[in-house]
């Protein structure tokens, strides 16, 4: 049991150019979730799924597009990479059934750097 | 969504010292969740508050929910070097979906 995987670990990119991350958790999670993390700012949502086929726009969606085709999957893509979006990206997944009370499980995180 | 504001942003304590860290929201909360970080590491879950004054403990930490559930701190006693990260704590959005988490409090513990 993997629990939630995030490739790649680490990546640099050229503003403009394109990436996808790749989020996959083995739970059978209806929720998933892309936050970024940047110093001083806390976790900020991205975009989330409820279940397969779903998407909706968290806090910061602006830049990022993201597919959920098979439950276990939830991708992360960057069209035209900007030196904003430098940071660290976590995928989590939860559990659903009792609404509130399910904990996030995370990824280890993408650290991505735009230059 | 939720707005959750977390106090102090940054403490270092000497091994042995206390540490509480606390969880503010101008309104009403459900519940709350707290979360730890080790330095390059993700987030890990720690626990749930659900109700009115609440009080949970795990060995050294101590977690509270307020009576009128618009604050929780989080306190650890005789503070190790494994205590060492960044402490969240989220609440959840009134649409049942999505958490919001606060900016997070660092805790150094020097030897």
């Known amino acids: 049991n993997a629990g939630v995987t995030q490739t790649p670990k680490f990546r640099v990119l050229k503003t403009g150019q394109s990436m996808t991350l790749l989020c996959a958790q083995d739970?059978?999670?209806?929720?998933m979730y892309w936050y970024r993390q940047d110093p001083g700012m806390g976790l900020r949502l991205i975009h989330y799924?409820?279940?397969?086929?779903?998407?909706a726009k968290g806090e910061v969606p602006d830049g990022y597009n993201v597919s959920r085709l098979k439950k276990q999957n939830f991708l992360l893509g960057l069209e035209s990479a900007a030196p904003s979006q430098t940071s660290v990206y976590f995928c989590?997944?939860?559990?659903?059934?009792?609404?509130?009370?399910?904990?996030?499980?995370f990824g280890n995180g993408t650290r991505l750097t735009v230059t | 969504g939720q707005q959750v504001m977390q106090i102090p942003q940054y403490q270092h304590v000497q091994e042995g010292e206390d540490f509480t860290t606390y969880c503010n929201s101008s309104?009403?909360?459900?519940?709350i969740q707290w979360y730890k970080q080790r330095p390059g590491g993700h987030p890990v879950f720690l626990i749930q508050?659900?109700?009115?004054?609440e009080v949970k403990k795990q060995k050294r930490l101590t977690f509270q929910f307020g009576e009128a559930k618009k604050n929780s701190s989080l306190h650890i006693t005789a503070t190790q070097t494994t205590d060492v990260g960044t402490y969240f704590c989220?609440?959840?959005?009134?649409?049942?979906?999505?958490?919001?988490f606060g900016k997070g409090t660092m805790l150094l513990v020097s030897p």
């Open positions: 508050l659900v109700k009115s004054g």
């Open positions: 739970m059978n999670h209806e929720y």
């Open positions: 309104t009403t909360l459900s519940n």
């Open positions: 799924s409820v279940g397969e086929g779903t998407t």
């Open positions: 989590a997944s939860r559990e659903t059934g009792s609404s509130y009370n399910s904990p996030l499980h």
């Open positions: 989220a609440a959840r959005n009134s649409g049942y979906s999505t958490l919001t």
